[in-house]
């Protein structure tokens, strides 16, 4: 979608292996939102961001890192990679009154 | 807590009708309520958007409306076409910029 790009768009890892994903926006929104979606749990938030440094839990956060150095840049870290890791991870970002808008999506393979 | 219901959960009509969506949410105090799309194996798209003080926004054939009191939004779709047929979500967010979402409604257009 417009302003905000996901990579890489697919990946298959090992177990074990870290993993790390990248959501990069151009239209400087504080907020941004790592989701991941899995058949019969819908969208469940992993991490939010509300400023550079500024990171916060979501419901399922274990296994999981984020950083963000700069306000464009929302990193997603799995440490050590694990088959229920497998989903498709969504990157979002809080554009006030226009509401969310989602990335494309990256699909996870953990074999 | 929060949380959102979309009724029903599957809906199948001929094209050409015009249908409506439900959502229902338990605490009135929201920011906004979001309607998106999803297609099979695709990211989500963002239908309408209804500030807290609107009762209802309108893009083409969609028309969202948005009922605080009652904790309800509708979605009402004219004249159906089966490039209509996806998975459509409701997300409300609340006053700490969370989004707390639907099961959605799988509408599928026939030909």
């Known amino acids: 979608d417009a302003g905000i790009t996901q990579s890489p768009r697919h990946k298959v890892t090992e177990t074990g292996t870290p993993v790390t994903l990248r959501c990069h926006q151009t239209?400087?929104?504080?907020?941004m939102y790592w989701y991941r979606q899995d058949p019969g749990h819908g969208l469940r938030l992993i991490h939010y961001?509300?400023?550079?440094?500024?990171?916060d839990k979501g419901e399922v956060s274990d296994g999981y890192s984020v950083s963000r150095s700069k306000t464009e840049d929302f990193l997603l870290t799995l440490e050590s990679a694990t088959s229920s890791q497998t989903s498709v991870y969504f990157c979002?970002?809080?554009?006030?009154?226009?509401?969310?808008?989602f990335g494309s999506g990256t699909r996870l393979t953990v074999v | 807590k929060q949380e959102v219901t979309q009724i029903p959960a599957a809906l199948s009509v001929p094209e050409g009708e015009n249908l409506v969506l439900n959502c229902s949410f338990t605490d009135s105090a929201i920011y906004n309520l979001q309607w998106f799309r999803q297609d099979p194996g695709k990211g989500l798209t963002s239908l309408l958007l209804?500030?807290?003080s609107q009762r209802e926004q309108t893009s083409g054939r969609l028309n969202a409306s948005l009922d605080k009191s009652s904790g309800r939004s509708t979605l009402y779709i004219a004249a159906s076409q089966p490039g209509d047929s996806a998975t459509y979500l409701c997300?409300?967010?609340?006053?700490?910029?969370?989004?707390?979402w639907g099961a959605g409604t799988k509408l599928i257009i026939k030909p």
């Open positions: 961001s509300y400023g550079v440094k500024d990171t």
């Open positions: 997300a409300v967010q609340d006053s700490n910029y969370q989004l707390i």
């Open positions: 209804i500030q807290s």
């Open positions: 979002a970002i809080n554009r006030g009154n226009y509401g969310y808008t």
């Open positions: 239209e400087n929104h504080r907020y």
